[in-house]
């Protein structure tokens, strides 16, 4: 597996404990890899979450397969992945597989003992059961959320302003006082929140409500007319972290998925389907041509595009497999010039 483009790849191994009757193992061929034990390659890779004190690889893995697509076995598979190139930044909400993703993800962090290793960040508002922003249902929603993921507090709780239109600003931000005077949540993210509903939340911060310092919006070089220029107004004037959700278009920037005959009937599959036409072809043929210069796959490609944008700290990027992972920690060590990114947004047009 290839994490940065220079250089051979590393690989790890299990140790195996010493015994006296131990088989004698042959000598091992000269050209053979070097196995690699201790952190990922990727530990100190780390970049500012904003201004939320957090340090984080800059590519979050999301559960949002976890429990609907890929079963605990593989979830668990892709999270080692992520862990062992150096990973340490988990992404969930509460509605994802009906709280599935979240069972999933705390599993494994209790399994591993990783829980003080990994900012764990979680969307919150959309679970049928505590569902919106209102005073009562978000401090349930949070206690439910905690409860499947094993944990005693979630580091970047994002608010989902999509699933509620009613709840006051102020209301929500006055409960997320609470939750984190209580050591349940660390720092605040938004999602879905308009620029006119960031500049309100600032306002109120300064009076002495928390602040809003991460954002998610969905974002990728299809998918460029979401994050606005009222956002990114916005979210560098606050120092926001941006978060980008959508990095691969619902796969379909990974070039796997080139026509319709290969596309399921599925959801997903659908998601796809609309970026089967004349655009996304182009994209996908500029992705084609940069990955073949640089060595690396579409994923890559897409994933180093997103973190030569203004602003953008750390793509949030979801995973059907183990390799899929490796693909993708490979645009953290690409370069895009200012050719290649212009040839893939022309092509995007």
Do not use: C
Not at 255 to 280: E, M, P, W
């Amino acid at each position: 597996m290839a994490f940065f483009t220079v250089g051979p790849a590393a690989s790890s191994s299990d140790s195996i404990p010493p015994s006296q009757t131990a088989p004698i193992v042959p000598a091992t061929h000269p050209s053979a890899p070097i196995p690699v034990q201790g952190p990922g390659v990727g530990h100190n890779v780390r970049v500012a979450l904003g201004e939320t004190g957090f340090e984080i690889f800059p590519l979050m893995i999301g559960g949002a397969e976890f429990g609907w697509n890929v079963d605990l076995e593989s979830s668990h598979d892709i999270l080692d992945t992520y862990a062992e190139v150096g990973g340490n930044a988990v992404h969930t909400a509460d509605s994802f597989s009906g709280g599935r993703s979240e069972h999933i993800i705390g599993q494994w962090m209790h399994s591993r003992g990783l829980r003080d290793d990994v900012v764990l960040s979680v969307r919150i508002g959309g679970h049928p059961d505590n569902p919106g922003l209102g005073p009562v249902n978000l401090v349930r929603a949070v206690e439910a959320s905690l409860t499947r993921l094993r944990t005693d507090r979630i580091d970047v709780l994002y608010l989902d302003a999509g699933t509620d239109r009613t709840t006051a600003l102020e209301d929500t931000l006055a409960t997320a006082e609470w939750l984190v005077e209580a050591g349940k949540v660390r720092a605040l993210g938004a999602v879905g929140y308009t620029a006119a509903q960031l500049v309100e939340a600032r306002i109120l911060a300064s009076a002495g409500f928390p602040r809003i310092m991460v954002l998610d919006v969905p974002f990728n070089v299809l998918r460029r007319n979401d994050f606005d220029a009222d956002l990114r107004l916005v979210a560098g004037a606050q120092a926001m972290a941006v978060t980008p959700s959508h990095a691969l278009e619902h796969g379909f920037l990974s070039g796997r998925h080139r026509a319709r005959t290969r596309v399921n009937l599925s959801v997903r599959g659908a998601q796809i389907a609309a970026s089967l036409n004349r655009r996304g072809s182009r994209t996908l043929r500029a992705l084609d041509a940069v990955g073949t210069e640089l060595g690396v796959p579409d994923a890559a490609v897409a994933v180093a595009w997103l973190l030569a944008q203004k602003l953008v700290t750390a793509p949030i990027v979801n995973a059907y497999a183990a390799q899929h992972v490796e693909e993708l920690v490979q645009g953290i060590g690409v370069r895009l010039s200012r050719a290649q990114l212009a040839d893939i947004a022309r092509a995007a047009e």
